[in-house]
């Protein structure tokens, strides 16, 4: 506010001071802003200098500058102060924010502390500290900036961060890769914020060279929703994804707003299918390159409908050459983990709070159309589609009806 002369300006507390500080930079207010500022105010922004808001800036006049320009740099997305700390003439405060740059169109999220030093009652220094690399790499026009990365309790990840808006979490199938959602993702990503993950031993991912289990996956899911403040999210699982899907919304209902179970089970694996499953495992870890395609052709067989195999050998060798550039090793793993180490989780159906949606194909032999009617059973609020002539891979199989099928209850207000 200008204030008239002769007219004393309000005494407001530490924390009312950058409260309105916070108010008039969000409404664009730079002239009520600066009046909350001492003549010499300090500005304090660390980072790569190719960066726009990096710099350090004195007085008034160069940090009215600094808040003209923020806008023509950052369209904000969301900013929400979690801890907002006071003692005497200064003030610390915590929380999250996600802008996109304009000059690239990459979408930045990340945690911030912001210092703001106090003195006779104005701001007289503001610094704030955050990820000023990943701010770096979203200014670059160079880099894949969709292209992520983080190490969750030791094990790196790789996804793909596309789109802005509510996150829809997207975890693939035992062989494949997060491109198995390409089409969903594509249909998506115009509204919704589309987290696809790699999963461990699959593609860009590493793995645990002791090996993991669906709990290791659901514990290290849940603590990136969680630490990079996605969540609540909407979690699409595919086959094994969808195993650590029903582990996250069981044990973590806080962070599921609504599931999405294709083609999965809550079983162990039908102990009939051990022995195959031990033989594949020694072609994939020591057999030759021939062996190798062989086994996975057997595999894509086995869990892709009769006619859509017969229709789609392009898409398949597209396929196998995902399967095959997997790490001999992290696959073999994977393996263990989806299969012969399975657990049994119907005991935690009974907990999943968040709507559901279950999909199968008629023509899945993987996990059977009985296993996901049982799966449905079990949850209060769950229903189930079934996909005619569709095998275990619906989102290759069906991509539009698949995509369609997702959409539609995402945004089914009933529920």
């Known amino acids: 506010m200008t204030m008239q002369p002769g007219i004393s300006r309000p005494a407001l507390s530490p924390t009312e001071l950058v409260e309105n500080y916070f108010a008039a930079f969000a409404t664009g207010n730079i002239d009520a802003a600066l009046e909350l500022m001492t003549e010499d105010v300090i500005w304090h922004i660390d980072g790569s200098t190719h960066v726009s808001t990096v710099g350090l800036l004195a007085g008034r006049a160069q940090v009215r500058t600094w808040l003209e320009s923020f806008p023509q740099n950052f369209?904000?997305?969301?900013?929400?102060?979690?801890?907002?700390?006071?003692?005497?003439?200064?003030?610390?405060?915590?929380?999250?924010?996600?802008?996109?740059?304009?000059?690239?169109?990459?979408?930045?999220?990340?945690?911030?502390?912001?210092?703001?030093?106090?003195?006779?009652?104005l701001i007289a220094r503001y610094q704030i500290f955050e990820d000023s690399a990943s701010l770096s790499r979203a200014f670059d026009p160079s880099i894949c900036w969709q292209k992520q990365r983080i190490r969750l309790n030791g094990v790196e990840y790789a996804?793909?961060?596309?789109?802005?808006g509510p996150v829809v979490m997207f975890s693939h199938g035992l062989f494949v890769d997060r491109t198995f959602f390409e089409a969903q993702v594509a249909a998506l990503e115009k509204h919704y914020?589309?987290?696809?993950?790699?999963?461990?031993?699959?593609?860009?991912?590493?793995?645990?060279?002791?090996?993991?289990?669906?709990?290791?996956?659901?514990?290290?899911l849940a603590l990136m929703i969680k630490e990079l403040s996605l969540g609540p999210v909407t979690f699409v699982g595919h086959s094994q994804g969808g195993m650590v899907g029903m582990r996250l919304a069981a044990r973590h209902p806080e962070l599921i707003s609504r599931l999405i179970i294709v083609g999965s089970s809550a079983r162990a694996e039908y102990a009939e299918r051990i022995p195959n499953w031990q033989a594949l495992r020694h072609t994939l870890l020591q057999g030759n390159d021939a062996e190798r395609v062989t086994a996975l052709e057997n595999v894509q067989r086995l869990v892709n409908a009769p006619q859509w195999f017969s229709d789609n050998a392009e898409l398949l060798a597209e396929e196998r050459t995902i399967m095959l550039a997997h790490d001999r090793i992290g696959i073999t793993l994977a393996l263990d983990a989806a299969t012969l180490n399975r657990q049994d989780c119907r005991n935690l159906l009974a907990d999943i709070k968040a709507p559901t949606l279950v999909?199968?194909?008629?023509?899945?032999?993987?996990?059977?159309?009985?296993?996901?009617?049982?799966?449905?059973?079990?949850?209060?609020?769950?229903?189930?589609?079934?996909m005619a002539g569709v095998g275990h891979h619906p989102p290759l199989e069906a991509p539009q009806e698949l995509a369609s099928l997702i959409a539609d209850f995402l945004q089914d207000t009933r529920r």
Request: hydrophobic share 40%.
């Open 193 to 220: 914020r589309c987290i696809v993950l790699d999963m461990p031993g699959h593609s860009e991912s590493g793995f645990d060279p002791q090996g993991w289990s669906f709990d290791n996956i659901t514990a290290d």
């Open 75 to 121: 369209q904000p997305q969301t900013f929400t102060i979690e801890q907002l700390i006071a003692s005497d003439n200064t003030v610390v405060v915590h929380g999250h924010f996600r802008h996109s740059v304009i000059s690239t169109g990459n979408a930045f999220s990340g945690d911030f502390v912001i210092l703001f030093t106090l003195r006779d009652g």
């Open 359 to 386: 999909v199968c194909g008629d023509k899945d032999i993987a996990t059977p159309l009985e296993l996901s009617q049982e799966i449905v059973d079990a949850i209060t609020d769950a229903r189930l589609e079934i």
């Open 159 to 164: 996804f793909s961060d596309r789109g802005n």
